[in-house]
Structure formats: C-alpha cells, structure tokens
C-alpha cells in the first residue's frame, strides 16, 4: 500500500547495534502500530500510538522503544539488537472516525541480526 | 483478553479444488473481523471484512467469509482456488470500541497447478 512507507526495507545488523525502522503514512490517519511477525506466530503487536501524545506498550514492547515524531510518522528503535529480534516488521495505521478497526499495512522491513 | 484460533497451519490444495479456512475467536462483544492475505514477499493486503449487517461477506478475488456468533466463528471459503491464491491468510478480530487488532497465527495456502 503505497500509503504507508516503511523504510529501510532491508536490514542486517549484527547484535548490540542500534537500529531504527521508520514509518510514514499518507492516510491522515490518528493510529499506528509496529508489528513483528515470525513463520508459525503470525503478527504480534509491538507498540501502538493513538495519537502524537499517547503511546501504548502491546504484547511483546521489551527490547523495543518508538517515537511519534508527528500523526504522520512512526519509529521502532532496537536500543540493542539481539538474533531473535530477526523478523519482519510491518507498521500500519487505521482512523479513528471510522471506529471499525481496519488496518492498513506498510511493506515491511525485514531485519536480520547476526 | 480475547484471542484468535487458525487450526490449519498449512493447506495444500490442487488447482480448483474448493477451500474453507478455519476461524475463531473468543470473545463476547461486539465484533469487527477481517482476513487478511499475504501474498509472498508482499505486505498484508485486506481481503474482506464484516462489521455488521449480513453474516456472509463477500471480498476480493472470489472470497467469501461468513459469520456465525454462535460458533464464534468466521470461516473463509472459496469454491474453486487458482494457483494465484497461494498465500499466507490471516483472520484478525477487533472488538468494537478498541483500535487493536488481534491476528491468528496464520494459515499458510498452497496451490498445486
């Protein structure tokens, strides 16, 4: 969806460096969210963001920090890398008017830690 | 805390055999569900929602959905699969009210020519 950017959409690091994935959205939309998803786990929700001043700790936060820098950008860090944070990463947004819960999903960013 | 069951993990289809996708969830409220599918290499892509109204959704691609709240369910079907459905689908649920979504662990669709 080319409304919802991530970048980079290839990343390897090696473990202890310090990594960030971006993501913008076009949408207009209040909400945005980090996933990760691993073969057999499906996505798991990270950290989610209701607006610029509220964000929100999901399942699976430690090891993780975010930023929303403004409504229309949304940043994942990894303070320390570690291997099984190896993944894919997908940010999404969805708009509050609608109080329907669709998402709409970014590209993904695929990051493998050695 | 609500949660989302997919029982089949990995479906192995022949080209226009027909297709039904487990789904369910627990959870009590009012609900939004969603199959989304990953096509490989891509993103998730939406295939088709419900949010209210009839119980049968019909979506992209010759997908439908229907959903039975008293089986908490939402399966997914498709009467005559394509090579080109070869895909991981995902079944998400949403209680009304509240922006998460919850995903099932995904099945993964293989469609033999």
């Known amino acids: 969806d080319a409304d919802v950017t991530q970048t980079p959409r290839n990343r390897i690091t090696k473990t202890g460096k310090r990594i960030m994935l971006e993501c913008s959205q076009t949408k207009g939309h209040d909400r945005m969210y980090w996933y990760r998803q691993d073969p057999g786990l499906g996505l798991r929700l990270i950290y989610y963001s209701f607006d610029v001043k509220d964000i929100n700790k999901g399942e699976i936060s430690d090891g993780y920090s975010v930023s929303r820098q403004a409504q229309a950008k949304f940043s994942l860090s990894l303070e320390s890398a570690i291997p099984n944070q190896t993944a894919l990463y997908f940010c999404?947004?969805?708009?509050?008017?609608?109080?329907?819960?669709?998402?709409?999903f970014g590209p993904g960013t695929r990051l493998t830690v050695l | 805390a609500q949660s989302v069951s997919q029982h089949n993990h990995h479906v192995i289809l022949s080209e226009a055999a027909s297709l039904e996708l487990g789904c369910n969830y627990s959870y009590g409220g009012t609900v939004n569900l969603f199959w989304y599918v990953q096509y490989p290499g891509q993103h998730l892509q939406l295939l088709l929602k419900y949010f209210s109204g009839d119980p049968l959704v019909k979506g992209i691609k010759g997908f439908e959905a229907e959903f039975i709240k008293s089986k908490f369910s939402f399966n997914l079907r498709k009467p005559s699969v394509q090579w080109s459905d070869t895909a991981e689908y995902f079944c998400?649920?949403?209680?009304?009210?509240?922006?998460?979504?919850?995903f099932g662990t995904g099945t993964r669709l293989t469609i033999i020519p």
């Open positions: 998400a649920v949403g209680n009304f009210g509240n922006e998460k979504l919850t």
């Open positions: 999404a947004t969805s708009d509050l008017g609608t109080g329907n819960n669709e998402q709409f």
